[in-house]
């Protein structure tokens, strides 16, 4: 299948990192190339492989995925690079995006948002997890570098996505917003591509989880 993004990952945890390939693996526009345990294991993939994108743990034997995307960045290969870590850390977010790094994505968010970021960071732009979006507004980082995917939205479709995590289903947020229910429908559709979000009840845990982000005026068409 052409135009696929080719990937890999890098992870000393098993068990995540299945998780993780499961996901890739199970979505057409993604090309899983590759997977390593540690980070001298994932700089030598990138070179042999050179996938357009590396998603790296932070915190990785032998060589961290800061220091990979470092040396990635000295020997000039092309691969963007997301790197996933356990906790939210600001001043490290701060450093990586100053290094370069074009992904930054939470362990626990990380099934929902690593469609989502692959895409963003093979498109050449930055994705950063939502829940740590405010460390950047705090720094006057622009809005759709912070809100990562959220930032593309359109004010349509986050006040759809707005009432979808108050949990109002669709002929309630139609009459709500006094449109159609099949234009709700449509901007659920444009909403889940833009955000990465596949599965039954996907869209709705994912709105749920970053209400305090989403915000957004409820009312009009």
Do not use: W
Not at 137 to 161: C, D, H, I, N, S
Request: glycine share 8%.
């Amino acid at each position: 299948m052409s135009g696929r993004v080719t990937a890999i990952i890098a992870d000393d945890h098993p068990l995540f990192r299945k998780g993780l390939a499961e996901v890739l693996s199970s979505d057409r526009s993604v090309d899983l190339v590759g997977e390593a345990a540690d980070g001298e294991q994932a700089l030598a993939l990138i070179e042999q492989r050179q996938p357009a994108v590396a998603i790296l743990d932070v915190a990785m034997p032998r060589l961290s995925g800061i220091d990979v995307a470092r040396r990635a960045r000295e020997r000039q290969l092309r691969t963007r690079i997301i790197l996933l870590t356990m906790h939210e850390e600001p001043e490290i977010l701060e450093r990586a995006l100053e290094d370069g790094i074009a992904g930054y994505v939470l362990k626990d968010t990380a099934v929902a948002d690593i469609l989502s970021s692959i895409h963003y960071v093979a498109a050449g732009r930055t994705f950063v997890s939502a829940s740590l979006s405010h460390h950047l507004v705090k720094r006057g980082r622009p809005a759709a570098a912070a809100g990562g995917a959220l930032g593309t939205l359109t004010p349509g479709e986050r006040r759809v996505l707005s009432l979808i995590a108050r949990e109002l289903t669709t002929p309630e947020i139609a009459h709500q917003l006094n449109i159609r229910a099949k234009t709700v429908e449509n901007h659920r559709s444009n909403i889940c591509k833009k955000l990465g979000v596949t599965g039954t009840n996907a869209l709705v845990r994912y709105a749920i989880r970053h209400r305090s982000l989403i915000g957004g005026d409820e009312t009009g068409g």
